[in-house]
Structures are given as C-alpha cells and as structure tokens.
C-alpha cells in the first residue's frame, strides 16, 4: 500500500539477485535497474497498473511518456513499426549502447507509456546484469531515470536508494554507471532523421552512420509536458565559462565548484570537484551526476560549475547543464 507521499510500508533492498528482481517485475513491482547511462525505474512496460507505480514514485507527470527497454534488436519490431532502415543501420551500429529510436507504436503498447503519443521511445540498453534481467523476463522494461521527478539522474545504486527509499521494493546494484549521461534519442519525423535528445552517442558519431541529422532546438520540449527545467540539486546551480568572475561576484557565499582541467587557485580545493584532465568528455560525462549529487549534499549556498567546451559530448554535457540551472 502507498500513502499519500507514494511512499511504500516496505523497505529497499539492495543487491544483485536477478531472479528476485525478475519475480518482483513479474508481480507488477518497481525495480531500479543499472544501465550504461544512468540507473533506471523499471516496471513491466505491458502492465499498465505497474507502469503507473512509476509515475507515482517519481512525483511524474503522466504526460511524459517512458522508454521501454529489450534484450535484443529483434524485439524492436514487437513493439514499433514503419521502421525506416536508417533505424536498423543506428540499432546495428549502437545497440546494445546509449540509443533511444522514436518510433511508430504498435497497439500492444499501453498508453500509459506513450503518454498517448503515436511514437514509442525504445532502446536496449547495455549492461550486464540488466541483460540478464532482460533476456530472463522476455519482458520490455518501462524506465525513466529512477531521481524523483526534476531532480539529479542516479549513476549508482546509492544515489537511487537516497533517492527512492522505502518507495520501490529492490534495486539491482550493478555498480557505478560507466557512461554517465543519458542515451540520445533519435527520430524520424516525415523520414527526417531528427535528434530529440543530446545523449552519450554524439550527433556526428550518428552522422557517421546515416548521414545528416536535424538537431531540434534544445529549449523546445521534447513531448508534451516535458519541463525545461530538469537534473536540478535542490541548491542553486550556475553555469558559467568566467568562474573567477562569478567567484567574485558572489563573495561571501559558501560555493562549490565543479570544474575540469584543474583546479580554481581562487577557491579551497576542498570545496572543488575536477570532472576530468585533458578535455577527456566522456570522464567528464561519467562523473557529472555524481558531482552534483555530492555537491547537493555538502550544504553550499550555491554550486557553480566551469562551461564544458561546446563540442561533441559537451554539447550534452551543458544541455543538462543548461536544464539543471533553470530555477
Ligand atoms: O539513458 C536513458 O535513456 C535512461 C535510461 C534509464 O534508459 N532513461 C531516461 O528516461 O533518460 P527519462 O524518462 O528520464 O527520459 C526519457 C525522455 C523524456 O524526455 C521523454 O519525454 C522522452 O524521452 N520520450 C519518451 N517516450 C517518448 C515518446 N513516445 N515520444 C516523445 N518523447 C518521448
Ligand atoms: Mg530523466
């Protein structure tokens, strides 16, 4: 039974009993599962009373539709339609990887998933354990990132349960999230391949494999009820390439910084967090959620974190940069 914060009498366990969680999931429960990206809030995505659960335990709202997971590219067609073969040359080039294909939906998607929407958002994400969870259940899996709505995605099992605790029943621990930023979601409007979200997979790496790609504008929501403001700590966060000048203009605060390359000789390092060395993004992308959930926790009265280059994965690096800043 949930009460009125969607709050569940039982606890959180946490481990890596894929049997159990494939029995929870069977039931109709919600189980956190790791990916490649960022931890997700799974439900069998057929069952729409469990895919409701999410919503609930998320604070969601039900206009933002889910993606639904698989094991295999064979299992996309169970699912989608129409599928234009652009979309199995990305599935041959990134599955199993950080890709998400907007698709035309077959009916045996609940609505619930597609908020109503004529597309289903599916991916097979590329992890281990979830795999396993996978090709065990023959099952899709719906899964948003498992933070409560508007907050920071989890890229380990201890963010989800600090998150989500006493709200799910399990969460399958499969360790720190090696890639660290969500996946990038592509679709094909009118046959135009269109990039919806900026993610692990660089719009140039797609390129490479279909030729050219629309970029839709980054301010204008992906589907109905999507916010711009989104990955937010509850402490105030600003985005900057002048971190001396900001530093100065909020003397007297106490600050955090994120940064890369190296430290700010204006600020104690123990208040600073170093993303990467050497313009290595993906280093960057795979600590970014961690940073700001333990910068959250530390009690700043502001977190100010250095502008990655706008380039390849930076470019998705600052979108959520960008989203978690707005206030
Ligand atoms: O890496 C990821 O994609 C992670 C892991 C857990 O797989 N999942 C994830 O899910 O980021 P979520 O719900 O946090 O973000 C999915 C985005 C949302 O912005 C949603 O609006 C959009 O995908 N989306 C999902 N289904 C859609 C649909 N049918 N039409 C349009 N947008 C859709
Ligand atoms: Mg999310």
């Known amino acids: 039974m949930m009460d009125r914060e969607g709050k569940d009498n039982r ?3 946490i481990g890596t009993d894929i049997t159990y969680a494939a029995e929870l999931l069977r039931q109709g429960e919600l189980v956190s599962i790791p990916t490649e990206t960022v ?3 799974a439900a069998n995505a057929l069952d729409e009373d469990a895919v409701r659960k999410i919503f609930a335990a998320k604070g969601r709202p039900l206009t933002n539709p889910l993606i639904i ?3 295999e590219i064979d299992q996309v067609s169970d699912y989608a339609q129409q599928i234009p073969e652009a979309a199995y040359r990305l599935l041959e080039a ?3 990887g950080p890709l998400t294909l907007l698709l035309p939906r077959r009916t045996i998607v609940p609505d619930v998933v597609t908020a109503h929407l004529p597309h289903v958002a599916i991916r097979i994400p590329n992890h281990p354990l979830t795999h396993s969870l996978l090709s065990a259940l023959r099952l899709p899996l719906a899964a948003p990132s498992a933070n409560p709505y508007g907050y920071i995605s989890p890229t380990s099992a201890q963010h989800v349960y600090k998150m989500l605790e006493g709200k799910i029943s399990y969460i399958l621990d499969g360790g720190y999230c090696a890639g660290g930023i969500e996946s990038t979601i592509v679709g094909f409007p009118e046959g135009i391949p269109t990039l919806y979200r900026e993610g692990l ?4 790496a797609i390129e490479a494999i279909i030729g050219a790609v629309k970029r839709k504008e980054t301010n204008q929501p992906l589907a109905p009820g999507m916010s711009v403001s989104h990955y937010s700590p509850r402490t105030p966060l600003i985005l900057s390439e002048d971190i001396d000048a900001r530093l100065a203009e ?6 955090g910084l994120i940064t890369y390359d190296d430290y700010s000789e204006k600020l104690s390092e123990k208040d600073q967090l170093l993303l990467c060395r050497d313009n290595d993004l993906s280093a960057a992308a795979s600590r970014l959620y961690a940073a700001m959930h333990e910068m959250d926790e530390r009690g700043y009265e502001l977190i100010l974190v250095r502008k ?4 390849s994965l930076g470019i998705a690096l600052n979108d959520r940069l960008n989203r978690a800043s707005h206030k």
């Open 308 to 311: 990655l280059p706008q380039q």
């Open 11 to 13: 606890s959180t366990l």
């Open 201 to 204: 997979i660089t719009k140039e």
């Open 69 to 71: 997971h698989v094991a």
């Open 250 to 255: 909020y003397q007297g605060k106490k600050i």
């Open 39 to 41: 931890y997700g809030l």
């Open 94 to 96: 990134f599955s199993p």
